[in-house]
């Protein structure tokens, strides 16, 4: 059994990016036309099931230094959005930065464009929206100001969690032209092509974890810890493993999700890395199915986690997030069930809770399906992992 990491609890305000390089929007080399071609070739490549499916430019987005960023393309069946996909306007970078199947940004996002303010992409699902670039770091200092007299009342100033927040700096995204040359290229030849698909090769995985909505638990504010969990122990039960699921609980999500509440010992604030770790071994321990598990940040080890892809096991990424203006976590857990290398390093999870009223019925939390690319993000997530293949 491998030595747990205990990873101390990290309130992220803002994705860090170094600053490579700066542009304007005159710069941009890709239009939005070319943006929803190149969203819908991307598409032909996963595994959403988008038929029949039109691709439309909903807004640009911006970087830090007010250079144009990229697009966000809304996927429609009919007059029923099903998914997004985030193209970049420059090809110093990913062509394609992030992608939702099954929810959408465009709840949180309309308002903000009806206020003619620019829309800030800074990374995994993190849009934030001001008039211009004074405006936003003013918005963000405020939100800084804050979450450090909220520490401070709890003690916790000069600790490291209080320290990094302090430290933190918003900066444009890091750019290199010669790291997507090839995707870049590989995607103008599919727009320009009948052919939208890339080779068979094997560069794609995606494992069946079954998609669930924190929104089903009793307190769905602090659920998504223990939602991960459950969709995480569902995916093993259904492989044949012996391991209590929501079928062991009535078939109630909601009594499962707040079972592993208590194993996980969730409060108010959510669950930390060391406290899902445990929870997850007492929970499988339940039936003596004792795992492996690990936990460490993700920078730098997409290899170890396309291993664990590999071998069939899902991993639970714990995810530093921006405030976004109210719609927003300070963490958010979601579960890490595969990627794809045929241009550059991507994965893809499961996501338990959604700004988006899916089903018509008022809710703004509907879970969802998220891709993005790996290096942009992995400096702003930490892996635990649970499985029964030892490495």
């Given at each position: 059994m491998k030595k747990w990491f205990i990873c101390v609890q990290i309130i992220l305000l803002f994705s860090l990016f170094s600053n490579v390089g700066f542009a304007t929007e005159s710069d941009s080399v890709v239009s939005a036309n070319e943006a929803e071609n190149i969203a819908q070739v991307y598409a032909s490549n996963k595994s959403f099931e988008w038929e029949n499916a039109t691709y439309k430019v909903l807004t640009k987005l911006y970087d830090y230094d007010d250079s144009l960023l990229g697009y966000y393309v809304s996927v429609y069946e009919g007059d029923k959005e099903v998914g997004y996909v985030v193209v970049s306007a420059r090809e110093d970078l990913a062509p394609v930065l992030e992608a939702g199947n099954h929810g959408s940004q465009t709840y949180?996002?309309?308002?903000?464009?009806?206020?003619?303010?620019?829309?800030?992409?800074?990374?995994?699902?993190?849009?934030?929206?001001?008039k211009n670039k004074n405006e936003l770091e003013q918005r963000v200092n405020d939100k800084k100001a804050r979450l450090l007299i909220q520490l401070e009342k709890e003690g916790k100033k000069g600790t490291d969690q209080y320290n990094k927040l302090k430290d933190k700096k918003i900066t444009p995204v890091k750019k290199d032209i010669n790291s997507f040359k090839a995707a870049w290229k590989q995607y103008k030849s599919k727009v320009s092509s009948s052919r939208s698909t890339f080779s068979a090769e094997a560069t794609y995985k995606e494992l069946d974890v079954p998609l669930i909505g924190q929104k089903l638990s009793s307190n769905p504010n602090n659920a998504c810890g223990p939602t991960t969990g459950a969709m995480i122990a569902n995916y093993y039960k259904n492989r044949g493993y012996n391991i209590y699921g929501t079928a062991n609980y009535g078939n109630s999500h909601q009594k499962f999700i707040d079972?592993?509440?208590?194993?996980?010992?969730?409060?108010?604030?959510?669950?930390?890395?060391?406290?899902?770790?445990?929870?997850?071994?007492?929970?499988?321990?339940?039936?003596?199915?004792?795992?492996?598990?690990?936990?460490?940040?993700?920078?730098?080890?997409?290899?170890?986690?396309?291993?664990?892809?590999?071998?069939?096991?899902?991993?639970?990424?714990?995810?530093?997030?921006?405030?976004?203006?109210?719609?927003?976590?300070?963490?958010?857990?979601?579960?890490?069930?595969?990627?794809?290398?045929?241009?550059?390093?991507?994965?893809?999870?499961?996501?338990?809770?959604?700004?988006?009223?899916?089903?018509?019925?008022?809710?703004t939390d509907a879970p969802d399906e998220v891709w993005l690319l790996w290096t942009n993000n992995d400096q702003d997530m930490y892996m635990v992992w649970h499985g029964f293949s030892y490495y």
């Amino acid at each position: 059994m491998k030595k747990w990491f205990i990873c101390v609890q990290i309130i992220l305000l803002f994705s860090l990016f170094s600053n490579v390089g700066f542009a304007t929007e005159s710069d941009s080399v890709v239009s939005a036309n070319e943006a929803e071609n190149i969203a819908q070739v991307y598409a032909s490549n996963k595994s959403f099931e988008w038929e029949n499916a039109t691709y439309k430019v909903l807004t640009k987005l911006y970087d830090y230094d007010d250079s144009l960023l990229g697009y966000y393309v809304s996927v429609y069946e009919g007059d029923k959005e099903v998914g997004y996909v985030v193209v970049s306007a420059r090809e110093d970078l990913a062509p394609v930065l992030e992608a939702g199947n099954h929810g959408s940004q465009t709840y949180r996002l309309l308002p903000e464009i009806n206020k003619r303010n620019k829309i800030y992409y800074l990374g995994a699902m993190q849009y934030n929206y001001a008039k211009n670039k004074n405006e936003l770091e003013q918005r963000v200092n405020d939100k800084k100001a804050r979450l450090l007299i909220q520490l401070e009342k709890e003690g916790k100033k000069g600790t490291d969690q209080y320290n990094k927040l302090k430290d933190k700096k918003i900066t444009p995204v890091k750019k290199d032209i010669n790291s997507f040359k090839a995707a870049w290229k590989q995607y103008k030849s599919k727009v320009s092509s009948s052919r939208s698909t890339f080779s068979a090769e094997a560069t794609y995985k995606e494992l069946d974890v079954p998609l669930i909505g924190q929104k089903l638990s009793s307190n769905p504010n602090n659920a998504c810890g223990p939602t991960t969990g459950a969709m995480i122990a569902n995916y093993y039960k259904n492989r044949g493993y012996n391991i209590y699921g929501t079928a062991n609980y009535g078939n109630s999500h909601q009594k499962f999700i707040d079972h592993l509440k208590v194993d996980m010992g969730t409060d108010a604030l959510g669950t930390s890395t060391t406290e899902y770790n445990n929870g997850m071994i007492d929970h499988f321990g339940h039936t003596n199915q004792w795992p492996y598990y690990d936990g460490f940040p993700a920078e730098g080890n997409f290899t170890w986690y396309k291993e664990r892809i590999d071998h069939n096991e899902p991993v639970a990424f714990y995810i530093d997030l921006v405030d976004d203006g109210g719609y927003s976590w300070t963490y958010h857990w979601v579960a890490g069930k595969g990627y794809d290398v045929s241009s550059y390093s991507e994965f893809v999870f499961n996501n338990p809770g959604n700004v988006i009223d899916t089903n018509g019925d008022g809710t703004t939390d509907a879970p969802d399906e998220v891709w993005l690319l790996w290096t942009n993000n992995d400096q702003d997530m930490y892996m635990v992992w649970h499985g029964f293949s030892y490495y």
